[in-house]
């Protein structure tokens, strides 16, 4: 993707070196590629941490998603500045992040709508968010609460050397998906799953997260769609890149990788195949009326 030397979003707010936070309110939010103790474990054992650890740190085994309202200690926020590594990743998120709101922006002008860009917060090890608190284990978020993306910019490294996912636009993916979420909720669909949460059985839900998940990724595709129709800043082989990230991500994938077999009822993201497909319909076709996972009998 061609990125260096393009304008960055303001809408960035750097929270590393702040140690996160306080007692976080429970709420649900909406993770890249997994939630709940589950996934916790799953990530635990592919960075090789002893999960104990994790679950102690995010909360009660099949607790709030990934959250937890535990107390911490709160320490102050420095000025932190990271390696020159971790500044340009910080650079790049904040040119994909600018390219969202410059392409939504104009999606939802066509409609006569407005769009409210979203702050995306940069952490390390662990935030506070209206979401709960998370640590960096849960991978990338998005919090309806506060309207906040959240990252841990070491979860770009991960893609390459954990997930298997190299090259920047895996990273572009990821902070468009959660971008994607972001879109969800100022339509509306958001709030539309979450009423349902109580009503469901536990399976169901799933059923309706991954509808939810997918079509999360079919926005980052219609965001992959004008990067390169309107901005001109793909290259080639960055479809690829996103395509590997989506497959590398889905439920089966982690749940293989991590147990060795897969549970489809506790997919709550979807299969590789689906991740790629949705994101990959996004892209081609650049028609976000083409994008309802909810009604959409084949997935
Ligand atoms: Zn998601």
Known sequence: MLWKNRRQSTNVEDRRGS????????????AIGGGGAVIILILALLFGVDPQELLQQSGTPGGSGGYSQGVEQ?????????DPHEEELKQFVGVVLADTEDIWGRIFAEQGLTYTPPTLVVFSGQVESACGYASA?????????DQNVYIDL?????LRTRFGAPGDFAGAYVVAHEVGHHVQNLMGTAQQVNSMRSRL????FNELSVRQELQADFYAGIWAHYAEHSLG???????????????QIGDDNLQMQAQGYVVPDAFTHGTSEQRARWFRKGYESGDISQGDT???RDL
Request: charged share 20%.
């Open 74 to 82: 709160q320490q102050p926020a420095g000025e932190y500045v990271g």
């Open 154 to 158: 070491s979860f770009l490294d991960e």
């Open 201 to 204: 059985s536990e399976k169901e």
């Open 294 to 296: 909810f009604s959409a």
């Open 19 to 30: 140690g996160g936070g306080m007692r976080g309110m429970p709420g649900p939010g909406v």
């Open 137 to 145: 284990a849960v991978g990338p978020f998005y919090c309806p609460a």
């Open 233 to 247: 800043v793909l290259e080639p082989g960055d479809i690829e890149e996103a395509l590997k990230a989506a497959n």
